[in-house]
């Protein structure tokens, strides 16, 4: 069994970010923009803005952050994201999730221009990765790609299952996994199938973004298999400083023997996650994607 590192994959793609943003200044051009918009007081989006704003500054990027009181309308929110639309100071913006229960995420992510559109959730970039164009790609599934290329795992003919059917991992990973150059055989589990159990032990990868955790358990799993997990769950702990640890949609404990790779959480996708956000930057600012 070989862990999957996402830190040290990360660490590599955020070196070479690096590079190409050095090449972009001695070029005479500024430095990639990312916006984050940041609406109420959730803890975890709080902390995740965080880390996003620390590898913005470690791959040279410029960084912003627009806090709003959960309060605001979903008109004043879409004036803002409209300012950010026409700014051209700023190559790509997201609106972190979840927002308050009064605003319409839908309406708000085909509010966002496509392209700055660095998350990948605007129907034209979902669109045009549909059809194998190219386009950004949501963070998580382009952070699994890389680690399954980072680590060399060979794709083209494998059985892949992915647990879950979200619009932010579950489809487009599923999707990407079966377009050429990957090549997989994909099946989509959810809540609703039937002998999910037995579809899932015939996977050669596994892809668990279901959200619950530990529901992937070592007689689910087939032996030599790779095991991405994708799930993050918070259960309190009298064991660490903060009260608190994340476990994953995957036992890891009795699943890791059976396996040929494996992700740990934390540690895992996870890290992945923001350094893809960091790529979508970079070709915004590049204009690789719609020029």
């Known amino acids: 069994m070989e862990l999957i590192k996402g830190e040290?994959?990360?660490?590599?793609?955020?070196?070479?970010?690096?590079?190409?943003?050095?090449?972009?200044?001695?070029?005479?051009?500024?430095?990639?923009?990312?916006?984050?918009?940041?609406?109420?007081?959730?803890?975890?989006?709080?902390?995740?803005?965080?880390?996003?704003?620390?590898?913005?500054?470690?791959?040279?990027f410029r960084s912003s952050v627009l806090k709003f009181d959960e309060n605001i309308s979903e008109e004043e929110l879409l004036q803002e994201i409209e300012k950010l639309n026409n700014d051209n100071s700023v190559d790509g913006f997201i609106v972190q999730l979840p927002l308050p229960k009064h605003i319409s995420e839908q309406k708000v992510t085909e509010a966002i221009d496509p392209k700055k559109d660095v998350d990948g959730f605007h129907p034209v970039n979902t669109g045009r990765m549909i059809n194998g164009l190219p386009s950004y790609l949501p963070a998580t599934p382009d952070g699994?790609?890389?680690?399954?290329?980072?680590?060399?795992?060979?794709?083209?003919?494998?059985?892949?299952?992915?647990?879950?059917?979200?619009?932010?991992?579950?489809r487009p990973i599923a999707n990407l996994l079966f377009q050429k150059g990957w090549d997989c055989t994909v099946t989509i589990c959810h809540s609703r199938t039937a002998n999910l159990k037995e579809e899932v032990a015939q996977a050669d990868i596994i892809i668990a973004a279901l959200g619950i955790a530990q529901f992937v358990t070592?007689?689910?799993?087939?032996?030599?298999?790779?095991?991405?997990?994708?799930?993050i769950t918070r259960i309190p702990s009298d064991?660490?400083?903060?009260?608190?640890?994340?476990?994953?949609?995957?036992?890891?404990?009795?699943?890791?023997?059976?396996?040929?790779?494996?992700?740990?959480?934390?540690?895992g996708v996870g890290p992945m996650t923001i350094i893809s956000l960091m790529k979508n930057t970079l070709k915004a600012a590049k204009k690789e994607i719609y020029g």
């Open 144 to 170: 699994i790609l890389e680690l399954l290329k980072y680590y060399n795992i060979a794709t083209a003919g494998k059985k892949c299952v992915v647990i879950g059917r979200s619009n932010i991992v579950g």
């Open 218 to 231: 070592a007689d689910m799993v087939k032996e030599g298999a790779v095991v991405i997990d994708v799930g």
């Open 8 to 60: 040290e994959v990360a660490d590599s793609l955020k070196a070479d970010i690096s590079k190409e943003v050095r090449k972009l200044i001695d070029a005479g051009q500024r430095a990639p923009h990312l916006v984050a918009i940041l609406v109420g007081n959730d803890g975890a989006s709080h902390t995740y803005v965080g880390h996003k704003e620390k590898c913005c500054n470690e791959c040279g």
């Open 239 to 267: 064991k660490t400083k903060s009260g608190w640890k994340l476990l994953g949609d995957v036992k890891f404990d009795e699943v890791a023997p059976k396996c040929s790779y494996i992700t740990p959480v934390p540690g």
